[in-house]
């Protein structure tokens, strides 16, 4: 009996984890390729065992796909423009398609081998843009502006809380991407709306991870605490959670298994978090070692990571993530022990949003546009002056800054200075210079 059932979930996650199923996703939701009629056999999705799986992604580039009009997928003449366009060439794309289907292609080259991806139709340009909303979600830039903001305007506390969640749920999920090794979806026949991670690993979807641990504990930290009803914020989280885990289907990086498997492996991980989090906030606050134990935890994390793959962009969001955790907690330490951390009283509690007004509004905008610009600047400055310091540090060659960021030498240090300072920046500076503009 128990090894029937154990064939059975095998043979249901097999199924769920075939390429079919996220390209006819694609096709109801108005997605094409346009792959030529006679395809060349498609890459199987499996690993060379000879060969790690981001060099050999990186060799394949686009998997080498022609486009309809008989130019490459990689060749230079084929136009580039990226978003929308209005013309397309007749015979170009799929058979049947339309001259007025608008014709797309990914926003974002890849970060790792610089592929720009294979042009597709888009035949429901709703979906097209909600769906890309959604897998933003999940990116670099959308949280560089949504704990700022929260942290700033709104909670400082639950700002600080879901900083940590974010950072430990990134690197766990990273980490069992490199060590778990499965590919993306196979191209043919999944049209790669997002090509900026194809290089990484697939499984699990840390974009389903981190789309649902933040708007969980987003929820579970603030109900209670704040005052609105509790079917809205169940129906803000799962909606936000779906949007993002469904997102990742739509745009070919992740096949449904790995979509579902992120949704409980967050849940697992917050499960175990969200009893632990005031412990660990309050351990940061107040204990004399905590800068240290900060420091060796989140940079010994880090080199664990490191060691379980050659150079992908998922190595660099994992210590980008727990940089920014790193200078969060030490500028949590920093505030609370100047007295610069005022978090409500318990009597206080729950919280009501105060009602909106003009000066609220443009209070509320100067201190995110003015805090943001900030940890911009800082970003971009401490980007141009690390790189070529630690190339030259450790003799590498700064022609090529790509190149040298592939080495753990270079891509470790680098990530954990310039985000652990953006996080101390947001937590810590920034809330300073509001005092100093009366804008706190």
Known sequence: MANDLVKSFVQMCSYLQEPCHVARFQRICGVKGTFPDKATKPDSGQLDPDLPGVRRRA?????????????????????????????????????????????????????????????????????????????????????IVFFPFLYWNIDALVSRRLIIVWAWNLFVGQSTKDMVRWSRPASPPVVKVEVFYNSEYSMPSTHAMTG?????????????????????????????????????????????????????????????????????DSFYMMNHYAPLVIIISHVSLGLVAFSLDSWSTSRGDTA???????????????????????????TSLPLTLPSVSTSLVVFSLLRFLIGVAVLLVTRMVMKALTIPFLCRLFGLPTDDLRQARQHMKVELPYRYIVYSVVGFSCVCVVPLLFRILNLA
Not at 86 to 104: I, L
Not at 222 to 243: D, E, N, T
Not at 320 to 346: C, F, I, K, M, S
């Open 59 to 143: 060799q394949q580039g686009g998997h080498g796909v022609s486009l309809g009009n008989g130019a490459a997928a990689g060749d230079a003449s084929v136009s580039r423009v990226n978003g929308m366009q209005g013309d397309v060439t007749a015979g170009a794309g799929p058979e049947g398609a339309d001259a007025d289907t608008p014709r797309a292609k990914p926003l974002r080259r890849n970060s790792l081998t610089g592929d720009v991806g294979q042009e597709f139709l888009i035949h429901n340009k709703f979906l097209f843009y909600l769906f890309t909303f959604g897998t933003e979600l999940g990116n670099e830039m959308f949280f």
């Open 212 to 280: 649902t641990a933040i708007p969980g504990c987003l929820f579970m930290l603030s109900y209670g605490r704040w005052q609105y009803p509790f079917l809205f914020g169940l129906c803000v989280a799962l909606s936000w959670s779906i949007l993002v885990c469904v997102s990742r289907v739509y745009m070919g990086m992740h096949s449904v298994l790995e979509v579902i498997t992120g949704f409980l492996y967050s849940l697992l991980i917050l499960a175990f978090f969200y009893e632990v989090l005031d412990k660990i």
């Open 320 to 346: 980008q993530a727990l940089g920014t955790g790193a200078g969060a907690a030490l500028a949590t330490h920093v505030n609370y022990q100047l007295g610069l951390l005022v978090d409500p009283p318990l």
